[in-house]
T-cell receptor, first 113, second 115 residues
């Protein structure tokens, strides 16, 4: 299977600063990399994803970059706000396994006002 | 659309008791999943069902059984609960969306405590 490692496990930033969360994966056959946000007491929700034929994707204040050679991908949040505080999970999916995701262990992001 | 619904929201069991966690989705998705979430461990796949009538083991299937009752419903059963099964359980579903996107949607979770 796939092995996804995520760093850091906790991240504290001041409101307005940027936050970066990094993930590595082990299987070069992985071709889909979603990021999920989980607010307290709720289920994870997809916030952005990237496929292996793309190097970067942006959606307003969030962006994801993918380096296939190094097998790592990152989530970038700019101009952070207190409502960005949550647990963020990266995941990877092998090309041959439709739907099945392998998750990182999560990053607790806290944005201080 | 309710999306993915799970029942119950909370449950306390004694060691050795059995129970079934229910999950239903109204998005006409083919694939459904059961995960458990433990502190510092992320989301670990217990079982999944790629389509109605099929089920497969994930990373941590021991102590669990599943039933894909129909396309909408996917239940998780603990036959003899153990304290190590204390966790938050999430059900998810996925299916091909317009444009070929395949997004996994999660339910609100069931918090299970085994004493």
């Amino acid at each position: 299977g796939e092995n996804v490692e995520q760093h850091p496990s906790t991240l504290s930033v001041q409101e307005g600063d940027s936050a970066v969360i990094k993930c590595t994966y082990s299987d070069s056959a992985s071709n889909y990399f979603p990021w999920y946000k989980q607010e307290l007491g709720k289920g994870p929700q997809l916030i952005i994803d990237i496929r292996s034929n793309v190097g970067e994707k942006k959606d307003q204040r969030i962006a994801v970059t993918l380096n296939k050679t190094a097998k790592h991908f990152s989530l970038h949040i700019t101009e952070t706000q207190p409502e960005d505080s949550a647990v963020y999970f990266c995941a990877a999916r092998l090309g041959s396994t439709l739907g099945r995701l392998y998750f990182g262990r999560g990053t607790q992001l806290t944005v201080w006002p | 659309n309710a999306g993915v619904t799970q029942t119950p929201k909370f449950q306390v069991l004694k060691t050795g008791q059995s129970m079934t966690l229910q999950c239903a989705q109204d998005m006409n998705h083919n694939s459904m999943y059961w995960y458990r979430q433990d502190p510092g461990m992320g989301l670990r796949l217990i079982y999944y069902s790629a389509s109605e009538g099929t089920t497969d083991k994930g990373e941590v299937p021991n102590g669990y059984n599943v039933s894909r009752l129909n396309k909408r419903e996917f239940s998780l059963r603990l036959e003899s609960a153990a304290p190590s099964q204390t966790s938050v359980y999430f059900c998810a579903s996925s299916g091909l969306l317009a444009g070929g996107k395949d997004e996994q949607f999660f339910g609100p979770g069931t918090r299970l405590t085994v004493l």
